[in-house]
């Protein structure tokens, strides 16, 4: 087998680099949730201009209104046309039919995807069996003239939206098929204050680093916290 064909089957549309995060609007789907809330305040405290989405915009611009004067809320809709990197942070139930109906707004642009599709029992948290391997695969199948990087799987949203804690711990785990993409993610996760973006594989890897999700959510209720991921010996 040549490398060439071990390799993703997905075509994502290419990115001109550098991509210049200083100047890139950030948008984040179901920026009125907990994860995209404190995505979205924690960029604004680093000074880059963030828009946040729900299905409702005067939702999303009650809840801007509270992050602060530098977030604009907006319909999901209008956040993916306004956006030029975009973050989804909504519930897995309703991911596939989100982007779907955003194929159009989306497209041209990179699509952060942080959905980790749980399923949860007596037993506690486990990854459920995705079709297309992962939420972020399911991402790119739905957005196919879109850029899908995964991202922001293991950051708690509680830490996040602590004022509290100034400075985070932790690497962000960054998986893609397109390079350009990919470091501008890891840009972008490095804005959060103590943090570190970690290119971690391609999309077809994606799966496990959802999934473990659940094994972080096991330490959590075992050791009562909000575990991350560091990863040993790069630079
Ligand atoms: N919470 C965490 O600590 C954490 C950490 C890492 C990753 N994540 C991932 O981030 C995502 C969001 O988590 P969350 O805790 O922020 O969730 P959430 O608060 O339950 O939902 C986020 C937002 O999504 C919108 N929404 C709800 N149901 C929807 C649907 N069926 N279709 C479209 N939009 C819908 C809602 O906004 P509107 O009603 O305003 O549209 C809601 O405010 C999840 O996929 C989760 O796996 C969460």
Known sequence: MT????????????TQPPIDIESAVIGVLGGTGEQGRGLATRFADAGLNVIIGSRTAERATDVAREIGDAVRGMSNEDTAMASDIVIVAVPWEGHRELLESLATS???????????????????????????????????????NSVVVAAFHHISAKLLLDPEIVSLSGDVLVVGDDRPATDAIQTLAGKLTGMRGVYAGRLRNAGQVEAFTANLISMNRRYKGHAGVHITDID
């Open 3 to 14: 490398e060439s064909s071990t390799q993703s089957t997905s075509q994502p549309t290419e």
């Open 106 to 144: 989306l497209s041209g642009k990179i699509v952060v995807d942080c959905v980790n599709p749980l399923g949860f029992d007596k037993g506690g948290a486990f990854g459920l069996n995705v079709p297309e391997g992962s939420a972020a695969q399911q991402a790119q199948a739905a957005l196919p």
